[in-house]
């Protein structure tokens, strides 16, 4: 009797952990280096084209926040990227439900340095799409875009509003206290804005292993830092750098934690890269000079 009682318990669990699984997705946020655009130092040959898609099946995210989207085309009005559709025509080819595939939303401000969020029609709803401009020190390029996130789905009930962010380059003392404005406008932003409680802000931050003052005022506000211990840049004198993170609100933390207690806490956010030197180099030659992080949320809470 007790080998059956066992056996059952065995059984629920197995089943109950199956489901729960189910209500785990993956968002990501990747910068794709200059997509779109002849910028001097990337190949973005068309013949690329079927490893972009590939690559972006490997993370399993089906919902990514996208930096560095050139804007090359635009239809009914909105701008559109050449290799992005192209890319995306790649990853529909096996969908034949036109209400399954992928697709994309681009911001129309931030010129060449654009932000983007491609995701799968069937699993989220993407809408309300807008560029904000917190304060002075985002009045030029990269200024923030924002969309609200529904999953779609059985048991799905998750909505949030997603910020997609590309701060200011480089390590010298300018640069810096750029990011630093970014920061403390921002922050001061979320605060006097009436956003859905559940937050999530992802994107290229730029900022180095000792300017962590730099988002102090989003912890400031109750924000936390989602960190990961992979390193995200490629280039050689940037391999020590976690350039790309996500934040979230508190409210939304919930369901995040919920999705690290079922898939671990080393799998709940990860690095998606190779560790071959020569898929490294090639990858930073063809695809990009960042690898894309990528989170898990439990949708099936609100």
């Known amino acids: 009797?007790?080998?059956?009682?066992?056996?059952?318990?065995?059984?629920?669990?197995?089943?109950?952990?199956?489901?729960?699984?189910?209500?785990?997705?993956?968002?990501?946020?990747?910068?794709?280096?200059?997509?779109?655009?002849?910028?001097?130092?990337?190949?973005?040959?068309?013949?690329?084209?079927?490893?972009?898609?590939?690559y972006i099946l490997r993370t399993e995210a089906t919902l990514f926040a996208l930096q560095e989207i050139g804007a090359t085309h635009s239809v009914a009005g909105k701008p559109k990227c050449f290799y992005l559709d192209k890319i995306v025509d790649e990853l529909n080819k096996s969908i034949p439900d036109s209400s399954a595939q992928w697709?994309?939303?681009?911001?129309?401000?931030?010129?060449?340095q654009r932000l983007a969020f491609l995701y799968k029609k069937d699993l989220w709803d993407v809408s309300n799409a807008r560029i904000i401009t917190p304060g002075n020190s985002f009045v030029h390029i990269r200024r923030p875009f924002v969309v609200t996130v529904k999953a779609k789905g059985t048991n799905a009930q998750l909505q949030f509003d997603?910020?997609?962010?590309?701060?200011?380059?480089?390590?010298?003392?300018?640069?810096?206290?750029?990011?630093?404005?970014n920061f403390n406008e921002l922050s001061a932003w979320l605060e006097t804005n009436t956003l859905d409680e559940d937050v999530l802000i992802a994107g290229d931050t730029n900022i180095y292993f000792y300017e962590s003052y730099v988002y102090q005022p989003l912890l400031d506000i109750d924000y936390r830092y989602l960190y990961?211990?992979?390193?995200?840049?490629?280039?050689?004198?940037?391999?020590?750098?976690?350039?790309?993170?996500?934040?979230?609100?508190?409210?939304l933390y919930h369901e995040i934690i919920s999705a690290?207690?079922?898939?671990?806490?080393?799998?709940?956010?990860?690095?998606?890269?190779?560790?071959?030197?020569?898929?490294i180099l090639w990858f930073d030659q063809n695809i990009s000079d960042h690898y894309p992080v990528v989170l898990n949320i439990d949708v099936s809470e609100e």
């Open 1 to 54: 009797m007790k080998k059956l009682l066992l056996t059952t318990a065995t059984l629920f669990f197995l089943v109950f952990n199956t489901c729960a699984q189910e209500n785990i997705r993956k968002v990501a946020t990747w910068n794709m280096k200059w997509l779109g655009t002849n910028s001097g130092n990337q190949l973005d040959a068309l013949e690329n084209v079927p490893d972009y898609a590939e």
């Open 103 to 112: 697709t994309y939303i681009l911001d129309d401000r931030n010129g060449q």
């Open 162 to 181: 997603f910020i997609d962010i590309h701060l200011k380059a480089f390590d010298d003392e300018s640069s810096r206290q750029k990011r630093a404005d």
């Open 228 to 251: 990961d211990a992979e390193l995200t840049a490629i280039h050689e004198d940037q391999l020590g750098q976690r350039f790309d993170r996500f934040f979230t609100s508190q409210s």
């Open 260 to 279: 690290k207690n079922l898939v671990g806490s080393s799998e709940y956010i990860d690095v998606i890269k190779d560790n071959d030197p020569n898929k």
